[in-house]
């Protein structure tokens, strides 16, 4: 495939992503990022080239990372963590700031998706948009809901991505 040509729906070969795991424990080593791998084995399984995550305290510290990997310029930002309502939560807040547009629709699916298993993904107040081209997406912190969250991606990431950049052919 040269790199003119659309990728196919679904594959992300070529396409860099990182990943950004909001823990202020697993930042301080306290206990081991149990949501990282997922994330990594499911963007690996689609097809891109993963940075190496990075695991930061609650808070600015989350900017600071998703400002340092949009310099890269990847397709794709998945956080895990920090978009729950204790005082230290502030993903949602360190990345809307970041968004020129929201995907509403895609936190709609994640909400509704973690809600039909647990009441408490009402709780989420994670945000999803485009970064320029790059996608950016608030996971929950728990390898149960970023499963979910990965779930409800897996049929539209590479449509996503191709709009985002612009190769969709519509």
């Known amino acids: 495939m040269s ?29 081991e990022d149990l949501t990282g791998p997922v994330i990594l084995d499911w963007l690996t399984e689609h097809g891109f080239e993963v940075f190496p995550a990075l695991v930061v305290p609650d808070g600015e510290p989350v900017g600071a990372a998703l400002r340092a990997l949009l310099t890269q310029r990847p397709a794709v930002i998945i956080t895990s ?25 895609i936190m709609e699916g994640l909400r509704g998706a973690g809600t039909a298993k647990t009441p408490m993904a009402m709780l989420s107040r994670g945000h ?15 390898p149960k809901g970023v499963m979910d969250g990965l779930g409800v991606l897996d049929p539209i990431i590479g449509h996503l991505c191709d709009q985002l950049e612009g190769s969709h052919g519509h």
């Open 3 to 31: 790199s003119t040509e659309p990728h196919r729906h679904g594959d992300a070969t070529g396409r860099k992503a990182g990943i950004v795991i909001a823990s202020t424990r697993a930042a301080a080593g306290v206990y």
């Open 81 to 105: 963590g920090g978009t729950g309502l204790s005082p230290t939560d502030a993903t949602p807040e360190q990345t809307l700031p970041l968004l020129d547009r929201e995907i509403p629709g």
């Open 128 to 142: 999803a948009g485009a970064a320029g081209s790059t996608f950016i997406v608030n996971l929950p912190g728990s």
